[in-house]
T-cell receptor, first 116, second 115 residues
Framework: GAVVSQHPSWVICKSGTSVKIECRSLDFQATTMFWYRQFPKQSLMLMATSNEGSKATYEQGVEKDKFLINHASLTLSTLTVTSAHPEDSSFYIC????????????FGPGTRLTVL | AQSVTQPDIHITVSEGASLELRCNYSYGATPYLFWYVQSPGQGLQLLLKYFSGDTLVQGIKGFEAEFKRSQSSFNLRKPSVHWSDAAEYFCAVGPPTGTASKLTFGTGTRLQVTL
């Protein structure tokens, strides 16, 4: 149980284009989802907290207009990287917190974004 | 601000040997503490967590961790390592509310297991 999927697992795009990453909780409902960014050989950095039906809360230093987050249902959150540039290349990981028990975050496998 | 330190970037142990991965945290109160393991191509998997109660916590895959308030530490241990334990291990802290929100992660320890 408690499976989180991400799609796509990897994506390559040209500079200036937008990329959408989906995060789904497959067997539980998630009122809250989180988006992290992980640089090579570094830790996960929380980018934003996504709450179903409301605006996301962004961490300091994260551009909300660059990283658009939508959490329209209890099982789906999306992260759109707008006008992507090479410096946005990274590993993006989502996690979901079970609405029924809020004591654990379950993580997706991540999405590798490469911007050319 | 809260922080998590994992002093060992890379550890190599022989299969069958014991393992201890160190984690120190800085927080205003006793935080919610986690250990996750990340294998290539897979998401972070929760090994164990501590919020309150017995300071020795048992997790999955034979792992355990001990919370030591006086040392602000939450070290992960396993008595006998298997080759399949080779992965990246992350310690994380969250607010002392018992809910998993706004986790702060350490930089990770990469475990290599030699046969």
């Amino acid at each position: 149980g408690a499976v989180v999927s991400q799609h796509p697992s990897w994506v390559i795009c040209k500079s200036g284009t937008s990329v959408k990453i989906e995060c789904r909780s497959l067997d539980f409902q998630a009122t809250t989802m989180f988006w992290y960014r992980q640089f090579p050989k570094q830790s996960l950095m929380l980018m934003a907290t996504s709450n179903e039906g409301s605006k996301a809360t962004y961490e300091q230093g994260v551009e909300k207009d660059k990283f658009l987050i939508n959490h329209a249902s209890l099982t789906l959150s999306t992260l759109t990287v707008t006008s992507a540039h090479p410096e946005d290349s990274s590993f993006y990981i989502c996690s979901a917190r079970d609405s029924g028990r809020a004591d654990t975050q379950y993580f997706g496998p991540g999405t590798r974004l490469t911007v050319l | 601000a809260q922080s998590v330190t994992q002093p060992d970037i890379h550890i190599t142990v022989s299969e069958g040997a014991s393992l201890e991965l160190r984690c120190n945290y800085s927080y205003g109160a006793t935080p919610y503490l986690f250990w996750y393991v990340q294998s290539p191509g897979q998401g972070l998997q929760l090994l164990l967590k501590y919020f309150s109660g017995d300071t020795l916590v048992q997790g999955i895959k034979g792992f355990e961790a001990e919370f030591k308030r006086s040392q602000s530490s939450f070290n992960l241990r396993k008595p006998s390592v298997h080759w399949s334990d080779a992965a990246e291990y992350f310690c994380a802290v969250g607010p002392p509310t018992g809910t998993a929100s706004k986790l702060t992660f350490g930089t990770g320890t990469r475990l290599q297991v030699t046969l």
